[in-house]
């Protein structure tokens, strides 16, 4: 079945540097989504990604879905503690379900 | 967005139990689904609880140990049945209103089996 990996599966950065998580798919995708869950919380939808090669921006947090629809990465720039948590890629199993990744856990040391 | 609650939000069960975790939606959504996320872990689906019919399960669960409901479309229950310490875990109920749409999750709960 499709299976979607993440790198790093942790970071410890200090606070303003940048963070990137790499999400990869073994199959091509119609469409990627990412999501944040804090600890001790649930997972937030952050945004979905569709067109190849797509770049979407949410303030420090810069989205991008590769060419070939297989790939994805989160890049955080200048770090603060309020981006501490675990994010998610998830992409679409036979059309109807995700299937999320492992997570990359961020941890942003003061 | 839709907002979404649980019950209970965590309980401490005895082994050989079952426990029903009820999920409620502020609105009527197409899908719900219920997923299953151990300590540091990713998230696992168990299945999608479909509206007036039988859940559709995820391999590796079966509906004798997970049995699910779903009456309508803004309420759906799940039931972990028989537990044993490693059904240990955080339940999540998820709503999507089509394939392409944001997915939101409720809070979870926190089971923990002894």
């Known amino acids: 079945g499709q299976q979607v990996m993440q790198i790093p599966q942790y970071q410890h950065v200090q606070e303003g540097e940048d963070f990137t998580t790499y999400c990869n798919s073994s199959t091509t995708l119609s469409n990627i989504q990412w999501y944040k869950q804090r600890p001790g919380g649930h997972p937030v939808f952050l945004i979905q990604?569709?067109?190849?090669?797509e770049v979407k921006k949410q303030k420090r947090l810069t989205f991008q879905f590769g060419e070939a629809k297989k790939n994805s990465s989160l890049h955080i720039t200048a770090t603060q503690t309020t981006d501490v948590g675990t994010y998610f890629c998830?992409?679409?199993?036979?059309?109807?379900?995700?299937?999320f990744g492992p997570g990359t856990r961020l941890s942003v040391l003061p | 967005s839709a907002v979404i609650s649980q019950k209970p939000s965590r309980d401490i069960c005895q082994r050989g139990t079952s426990l029903t975790i009820q999920c409620q939606v502020d609105s009527q959504v197409t899908m719900m689904f219920w997923y299953r996320q151990q300590p540091g872990q990713s998230l696992t689906l168990i299945a999608t609880a479909n509206q007036g019919s039988e859940a559709t399960y995820e391999s590796g669960f079966v509906i004798d140990k997970f049995p699910i409901s779903r009456p309508n479309l803004t309420f759906s229950t799940l039931t972990v049945s028989n537990m044993s310490p490693e059904d240990s875990s955080i339940y999540l109920c998820?709503?999507?209103?089509?394939?392409?749409?944001?997915?939101?999750f409720g809070p979870g709960t926190r089971l923990l089996v002894l």
């Open positions: 990604l569709v067109k190849s090669g």
């Open positions: 998830a992409g679409p199993n036979y059309g109807q379900n995700f299937v």
């Open positions: 998820s709503v999507r209103d089509s394939p392409k749409e944001t997915q939101y």
